[in-house]
């Protein structure tokens, strides 16, 4: 699939892989609107939550209205709305968890947040990860992009998100 030919773009995946800044990159490269579903999802950030109606509403009224975008998250309600109508969904992961939580931490410590904010992601990755508490029982992401694998970019790694970036395969 060549990325520089599409005009709506989901990316989506795990804590701390870079959604932000590969979809940030895109955008600018490609003239496309950057939307980020964290601003959707919460009210005042990461403090109040809107309810799910207005979520819901708010990602419907951007997906009716504009047609060149990239849009970043990973709250399954909201990303689910966005595979439909996306011509490319790249989705990041880490192979190893260990790894993951390496970048959590790391992300954690530069923009200042506690300790215990920064372990209590890890957790809540470990446990979405393998199926435990809140994520029992709730769809997978790759169990969601499984019916658009035609448009699905995998990328497991810093070297596939680098040529993705610079346009080789």
């Not at 200042?112 to 809540?124: A, G, I, T």
């Not at 709730?138 to 497991?156: A, C, G, H, T, Y």
Request: proline share 1%; glycine share 6%.
């Amino acid at each position: 699939m060549d990325i520089s030919t599409c005009k709506r773009i989901v990316t989506l995946g795990d804590s701390g892989r870079g959604k932000s800044t590969l979809s940030k990159h895109l955008s600018g490269k490609y003239n496309l609107k950057y939307i980020e579903l964290d601003d959707i999802f919460w009210l005042k950030k990461f403090t109040e939550k809107r309810t799910d109606e207005e979520q819901i509403g708010l990602l419907k009224d951007i997906l009716a209205k504009e047609n060149n975008w990239v849009i970043e998250g990973s709250t399954r309600h909201l990303v689910s709305l966005c595979l439909e109508p996306a011509d490319c969904i790249i989705h990041l992961s880490f192979k190893n968890i260990l790894i993951q939580w390496y970048y959590v931490l790391k992300r954690g410590f530069k923009r200042k947040d506690s300790l215990k904010e920064s372990l209590n992601l890890c957790v809540h990755l470990f446990k979405k990860r393998y199926g435990l508490g809140n994520s029992k029982g709730k769809q997978s992401v790759r169990d969601m992009i499984k019916p658009f694998s035609e448009k699905v970019i995998e990328l497991n790694s810093w070297e596939k998100i680098n040529k993705l970036i610079d346009g080789k395969k």
